[in-house]
């Protein structure tokens, strides 16, 4: 009979070992454990932690799967390659030399990572949809929203959610104040004359403009 578990449960098993061996008078209970996956400041995934990451697709979307591993710390990356990917370990050690020459982009070893652990737990639709709202929070994307990457972008960044009749014809302006992006009208118009203010990625130029059915 085994027990399985964390090192962190090290104390907890056997335990649960010695405990097995008295009431059901046999020897043969063992306990196994494996070592926690630690961060580089030496905190562990979990529950407990805060920004827990889920492999379950229902608890956690694509798009914030993939932004937690693009943003990982060098020092934590080239050993998550090794962990939790199936990169040969040639083309891993690649990556790392890469890491160290002079020109390297940032985060383009994160990128890797990312995108082998967003498409083993999503697939590749589900890496698709990631890329798709990474790209169209890019400043000056021009990628268009549709519901779905919205809905993946709501998740990993501030958002609020208001009912359709409340939105439909508003203009943008009062839109910005009631969804609590500006504190008032004239800001929102200050940032809108600036040319500061998108709507789906388009720059709004008129105060004019209003939320219309997309037919």
């Known amino acids: 009979m085994f027990r399985f578990g964390g090192s962190d449960q090290w104390g907890n098993i056997t335990a649960g070992t010695e405990l097995i061996r008295k009431i059901l008078q046999v020897e043969g209970a063992y306990g196994l454990t494996f070592p926690l996956l630690l961060k580089s400041d030496g905190?562990?995934?979990?529950?407990?932690?805060?920004?827990?990451?889920?492999?379950?697709?229902?608890?956690?979307?694509?798009?914030?799967?993939?932004?937690?591993?693009f943003t990982v710390p060098d020092a934590d990356v080239i050993r998550f390659l090794k962990i939790l990917t199936f990169l040969d370990i040639e083309e891993i050690a690649a990556l790392e030399g890469e890491m160290k020459k002079p020109?390297?982009?940032p985060n383009t070893t994160q990128r890797r990572l990312a995108e082998e652990v967003t498409r083993f737990v999503h697939g590749?639709?589900?890496?698709?949809?990631?890329?798709?709202?990474?790209?169209?929070?890019?400043?000056?994307?021009?990628?268009?929203?549709?519901?779905k990457t919205i809905e993946g972008i709501a998740e990993g960044v501030p958002s609020c959610s208001l009912a359709y009749d409340s939105v439909l014809n508003l203009s943008l302006v009062d839109l910005s104040v009631s969804s609590s992006l500006f504190e008032s009208k004239s800001a929102a118009r200050?940032?809108?004359?600036?040319?500061?203010?998108?709507?789906?990625?388009?720059?709004?130029?008129?105060?004019n403009k209003r939320i219309r059915k997309q037919i």
Not at 197 to 202: D, K, T, V
């Open 43 to 69: 905190t562990k995934f979990g529950k407990s932690e805060d920004g827990a990451i889920w492999l379950s697709p229902a608890m956690l979307s694509p798009y914030k799967l993939y932004q937690y591993f």
């Open 103 to 105: 020109g390297y982009v």
């Open 124 to 147: 590749e639709e589900g890496l698709t949809e990631a890329l798709k709202a990474t790209e169209a929070l890019r400043p000056g994307s021009e990628t268009k929203l549709d519901w």
């Open 190 to 207: 200050r940032l809108l004359k600036q040319g500061g203010l998108y709507l789906n990625n388009n720059r709004v130029d008129s105060e």
